[in-house]
């Protein structure tokens, strides 16, 4: 099992383009979560997917948005890229209830 | 005043000491989340409990319920037990598994 994988690891944009970030959930997880970390801080939750439905959103703007596969896998995307969007994107999947499990990250750096 | 409260927010210890961290949280939870996350990004979810003690090798964590309190404990403690660590926690109804996160504990143990 490979466990949750992203991708891709590192990438670097420019202000107003468009991104789009991909997770692979851990087999026999059905639950995608997308955080941002900025930083220093701690991860802010952006928002959640459970059967291809956007389940709970965090307080971030429309330019972010999101979609998961029927295989679960998840991306997010994010418009109209802004420096303050520069942060480590981290996906966490579970299966409903249970324990979140982390992938490795996108760093995302808006030049 | 944030939801998740750590403290301290940095730690330096010797080799061999007894480490404790400590996370206070204000809102209901269905769980309650160690995390530890590297230099580079990838978090590894360490904990997952909802009362009482769980013990894994070096670590263990407790939650008081009642009073809204968690510590984490590291025993003999190491050199590459040298990381930030995270509280957090996830909400009590069923759907609401999103994470919200301390701001962290900065650990150094110095050989």
């Known amino acids: 099992d490979a466990g949750v994988t992203q991708s891709p690891t590192h990438l670097i944009k420019t202000r107003g383009q468009q991104v789009t970030l991909r997770c692979s959930p851990k087999s026999g997880h059905d639950t995608v979560s997308w955080y941002q970390q900025a930083l220093g801080q701690g991860p802010q939750f952006i928002f959640q997917?459970?059967?291809?439905?956007?389940?709970q959103r965090g307080n971030f703007p429309d330019r972010f948005s999101g979609h998961q596969f029927p295989n679960y896998s998840s991306e997010l995307n994010v418009n109209a890229l802004l420096l303050g969007d520069s942060a480590l994107y981290l996906c966490a999947s579970s299966s409903t209830g249970n324990e979140q499990y982390f992938g490795p990250g996108t760093r995302l750096t808006v030049t | 005043k944030n939801e998740v409260e750590q403290s301290p927010q940095n730690l330096t210890a010797q080799e061999g000491e007894f480490i404790t961290i400590n996370c206070s949280y204000s809102?209901?939870?269905?769980?309650l989340h160690w995390l530890q996350q590297h230099p580079g990004g990838g978090i590894v979810s360490l904990f997952m409990l909802s009362s009482g003690k769980k013990k894994h090798g070096r670590l263990i964590a407790t939650i008081n319920i009642q009073e809204k309190h968690s510590s984490l404990h590291i025993t003999a403690s190491h050199p590459r037990d040298s990381a930030v660590y995270i509280c957090?926690?996830?909400?009590?109804?069923?759907?609401?598994?999103?994470?919200?996160f301390g701001t962290g504990t900065r650990l150094t143990i110095i050989p």
């Open positions: 997917y459970y059967e291809e439905e956007e389940r």
């Open positions: 957090a926690v996830s909400g009590r109804s069923f759907g609401n598994e999103k994470l919200t």
């Open positions: 809102v209901g939870i269905s769980a």
